[in-house]
């Protein structure tokens, strides 16, 4: 069953009440709220994620909801619960969805050590991996964005699971965040982009999610072997340039953009240098999309 | 028989770290820190002499044996980070 297989009224039942169970990669999520921006953020981005039965079990307890104050009837707020514990400030009730977003990736940036997990967008086309390791503002998702509307298999905006037995990317296909200006460049990007309502004044700006493509969704068992890193940094007006990168310090920019590093010691390390010893590195600046795009189906036509 | 007055340098045990090569440059990884590092292809061939030694070593032996006696001074600069980072330990006089 997936979430487009439940009725409306009923999804909305099972989010007030005992809360539904998304399973999104390898993790299940159960989240509750009375939110309509929650409910139609669920019933428009994630259509197509398997639901699990009530009764099996969940990784993560989730709940957005409005927090317990006065201001719920002056400017009305709402607070992410994790576990009934609130780890975040509240935000204005019309980030509800976002909310919701940034807070799952906290829970598996915090909480699933299993895997090493990288801060980077990800990408396969034919079992290759393509992994975008960069700090907010570089670019990745916006250029994971443009390469998930030409083909390539979305396997993560933000988080990279590596899996330590075999050194493959574990999918965990979610909403691409877009922001600010690169909200209208997927737009103008992919007319058939199915993308939220802009959220204004967020944190980071205004914020806009990006439908995953339902064939990564479809696909999210499959892993992929990293076949390449690249460090992208997107700067207006810049010619697009794709330049070498050396493996050593890949490894230390993997390394420096990696959640749980420091957890798993050398374990960790020798896992990196594993993938980084298996990938082509380089680095690359780009301002217009469609040639950035175009030099990752260049680089993957030749491998 | 030593007659120099020259510090003499030891690495930490090899146990206490990891480290991988591409292409002439080095990462490395302390674990008694738990961090690791971007070595030059000469601070981390100086590290691997290090390692493999089997006792503590001066610059200009480091040099020897790298067959370079024109690089004693970024030996001694990369000898000295080391020590800061951990990696190695100056031998008590």
Same mark, same amino acid.
């Given at each position: 069953?997936?979430?487009?297989?439940? @009725?409306?009224?009923?999804?909305?039942?099972?989010?007030?009440?005992?809360?539904?169970?998304?399973?999104?990669?390898?993790?299940?999520?159960?989240?509750?709220?009375?939110?309509?921006?929650?409910?139609?953020?669920?019933?428009?981005?994630?259509?197509?994620?398997?639901?699990?039965?009530?009764?099996?079990?969940?990784?993560?307890?989730?709940?957005?909801?409005?927090?317990?104050?006065?201001?719920?009837?002056?400017?009305?707020?709402?607070?992410?619960?994790?576990? =009934?514990?609130?780890?975040?400030?509240?935000?204005?009730?019309?980030?509800?969805?976002?909310?919701?977003?940034?807070?799952?990736?906290?829970?598996? %940036?915090?909480?699933?050590?299993?895997?090493?997990?990288?801060?980077?967008?990800?990408?396969?086309?034919?079992?290759?991996?393509?992994?975008?390791?960069?700090?907010?503002?570089?670019?990745?998702?916006?250029?994971?964005?443009?390469?998930?509307? !030409?083909?390539? !298999?979305?396997?993560?905006?933000?988080?990279?699971?590596?899996?330590? @037995?075999? =050194? !493959?990317?574990?999918?965990?296909? !979610?909403?691409? %965040?877009?922001?600010?200006? %690169?909200?209208?460049?997927?737009?103008?990007?992919?007319?058939?982009?199915? $993308?939220?309502?802009?959220?204004?004044?967020?944190?980071?700006?205004?914020?806009?999610?990006?439908?995953?493509?339902?064939? %990564?969704?479809?696909?999210?068992?499959?892993?992929?072997?990293?076949?390449?890193?690249?460090?992208?940094?997107?700067?207006?007006?810049?010619?697009?340039? $794709?330049?070498?990168?050396?493996? @050593?310090?890949?490894?230390?920019?993997?390394?420096?953009? @990696?959640?749980?590093?420091?957890?798993?010691?050398?374990?960790?390390?020798? $896992?990196?240098?594993?993938?980084?010893? =298996?990938?082509?590195?380089?680095?690359?600046?780009?301002?217009?999309?469609?040639?950035?795009?175009?030099?990752?189906?260049?680089?993957?036509?030749?491998? | 028989?030593?007659?120099?007055?020259?510090?003499?340098?030891?690495?930490?045990?090899?146990?206490?770290?990891?480290?991988?090569?591409?292409?002439?440059?080095?990462?490395?990884?302390?674990?008694?820190?738990?961090?690791?590092?971007?070595?030059?292809?000469?601070?981390?061939?100086?590290?691997?002499?290090?390692?493999?030694?089997?006792?503590?070593?001066?610059?200009?032996?480091?040099?020897?044996?790298?067959?370079?006696?024109?690089?004693?001074?970024?030996?001694?600069?990369?000898?000295? #980070?080391?020590?800061?980072?951990?990696?190695? #330990?100056?031998?008590?006089?």
């Amino acid at each position: 069953m997936i979430v487009r297989d439940c @009725a409306p009224e009923a999804l909305r039942q099972r989010l007030a009440d005992g809360g539904v169970r998304i399973r999104t990669g390898p993790v299940v999520n159960s989240i509750r709220s009375r939110s309509q921006k929650v409910m139609d953020g669920l019933a428009l981005h994630y259509a197509e994620y398997p639901v699990e039965d009530e009764a099996g079990f969940a990784d993560f307890h989730i709940a957005v909801a409005p927090p317990r104050s006065p201001r719920r009837w002056l400017r009305p707020q709402i607070v992410f619960q994790f576990d =009934g514990a609130v780890p975040f400030f509240p935000l204005p009730a019309d980030q509800a969805f976002a909310m919701l977003e940034w807070g799952l990736n906290w829970c598996v %940036s915090f909480h699933c050590h299993q895997y090493l997990i990288v801060h980077a967008a990800g990408v396969e086309k034919a079992g290759r991996a393509l992994l975008l390791p960069g700090a907010p503002g570089s670019g990745k998702s916006t250029l994971c964005a443009g390469l998930a509307s !030409r083909g390539w !298999r979305l396997l993560s905006d933000e988080l990279t699971l590596l899996d330590f @037995a075999v =050194g !493959r990317v574990v999918p965990l296909p !979610r909403p691409v %965040s877009l922001k600010n200006a %690169s909200i209208e460049v997927i737009r103008s990007f992919d007319r058939d982009a199915t $993308l939220s309502p802009p959220v204004h004044d967020t944190a980071k700006g205004s914020v806009a999610h990006m439908r995953a493509p339902r064939e %990564s969704v479809r696909r999210a068992s499959e892993q992929a072997r990293p076949r390449w890193i690249v460090v992208p940094k997107y700067a207006a007006g810049v010619q697009t340039r $794709l330049e070498p990168l050396s493996k @050593a310090r890949a490894f230390m920019h993997l390394a420096d953009h @990696a959640f749980n590093y420091d957890v798993h010691g050398r374990r960790g390390f020798e $896992l990196l240098a594993d993938v980084v010893t =298996g990938c082509e590195c380089f680095e690359f600046e780009y301002s217009a999309l469609d040639e950035a795009v175009a030099v990752f189906e260049a680089l993957a036509a030749k491998a | 028989m030593q007659h120099s007055s020259a510090p003499r340098w030891r690495s930490v045990p090899p146990h206490a770290v990891a480290w991988r090569e591409w292409g002439g440059e080095f990462v490395v990884r302390n674990e008694r820190t738990g961090s690791s590092h971007l070595l030059g292809p000469l601070a981390g061939r100086v590290l691997c002499i290090l390692l493999a030694a089997s006792g503590p070593l001066e610059a200009a032996e480091i040099a020897a044996k790298l067959d370079d006696s024109g690089q004693i001074g970024m030996i001694a600069e990369a000898l000295a #980070e080391f020590h800061r980072l951990g990696l190695a #330990e100056l031998e008590s006089q």
